[in-house]
């Protein structure tokens, strides 16, 4: 519905993999080669992008195991993704180990991390990202676990995509509406008490609906406290439409700033097929502008890739589980993007 679905979540596991293996990563060792092509990804230059490439990322690990494959031509696709600082998604288990390894590793590197918080009670209504804390009393130990785990290490999170949203297209049943705003306002707070952590609370995409429709809801799950909304989160809607959709928004809830997911947005929005999953997994798409906080309107904070480009949105179109890493996927997003 609205083309909001799809969100993903981060595997628990893969998290934990992350965290063990990026200290040794960061001390600069090669992932295979002598012709310099596998050595491990570097960070991106600070002044235009302060995020953190997480050096034993997924997509980092992919080409390993091409190269070992043989399919050198693939792995240096993969480059295109590898390369860049993509968001981590913080899962249940261990959130309070996973969200000190990412700011341990990212404050090493002296780069800021980005860390997605999807872990609401009675997440996406259902479908194929469904799931979620158990109920109010887990959510808010979940969120207190991981601002343990942040410390006063630099972060930027961007809290519960579609959280927000689907309160107001009629997706979440109504009773459960004032829990979750009073768990969002919650989280915000909490976050926000940590010294050196910037928080935005999703708000939809340019396809969905109208900002006058999510304002007040915004308001009434803490945006006033936050440093903004993040927008086009996990869709594909061009960074022009979105910087617009934001800049309307922004104007209803005093002027704050806000984000844009760019990582998947190159060519724009998919035209065909069922119109109510032109959200999932869509063909012909390409990455978007990388992450940076040099962008095109003052309003706008930064680009971030807050989905994790080659991960599944879900089971269509021939994709594995949502949020499952999907190499053919991943390879025709590098192919249609430009080096």
Request: charged share 25%.
């Amino acid at each position: 519905m609205y083309g909001s679905r799809g969100v993903g979540a981060f595997a628990g596991g893969r998290a934990s993999a992350a965290v063990l293996g990026a200290a040794l990563l960061l001390a600069g060792c090669s992932s295979g080669g002598d012709d310099g092509e596998g050595s491990a990804v570097t960070q991106q230059p600070k002044e235009a992008a302060p995020f953190w490439v997480n050096p034993d990322g997924l997509a980092v690990r992919e080409i390993a195991e091409l190269r070992e494959d043989g399919k050198k031509a693939e792995a240096e696709q993969l480059r295109k993704i590898a390369e860049q600082p993509v968001a981590e998604w913080i899962s249940p288990e261990n959130p309070e180990e996973q969200a000190r390894g990412f700011t341990e590793g990212a404050d090493k590197a002296g780069r800021r991390a980005v860390l997605v918080l999807y872990n609401i009670p009675h997440r996406d209504c259902g479908q194929y990202s469904q799931g979620g804390a158990a109920d109010g009393d887990t959510y808010r130990d979940f969120v207190d676990a991981v601002a343990e785990g942040i410390g006063d290490r630099p972060a930027t999170v961007v809290l519960e995509p579609d959280a927000v949203l689907h309160l107001v297209d009629g997706c979440t049943p109504q009773e459960y509406h004032e829990e979750r705003y009073d768990l969002l306002k919650g989280a915000v707070a909490t976050l926000k008490g940590l010294k050196n952590t910037k928080v935005y609370l999703d708000a939809g995409n340019a396809g969905w609906g109208n900002p006058d429709q999510i304002h007040e809801p915004l308001k009434r799950a803490g945006i006033e406290q936050a440093d903004g909304f993040a927008v086009n989160v996990s869709n594909f809607y061009t960074t022009e439409d979105s910087i617009a959709y934001g800049k309307e928004l922004s104007a209803k809830v005093g002027g704050k700033h806000f984000v844009i997911d760019t990582s998947r947005n190159g060519n724009g929005p998919y035209a065909g097929g069922d119109p109510d999953e032109r959200w999932c997994n869509p063909p012909g798409r390409a990455l978007g502008e990388t992450p940076t906080t040099r962008t095109a309107d003052p309003l706008v904070d930064a680009y971030l890739w807050i989905k994790r480009p080659g991960e599944s949105d879900g089971e269509c179109k021939g994709g594995p589980k949502a949020g499952e890493w999907w190499e053919e996927y991943a390879l025709d997003l590098a192919r249609a993007s430009t080096p």
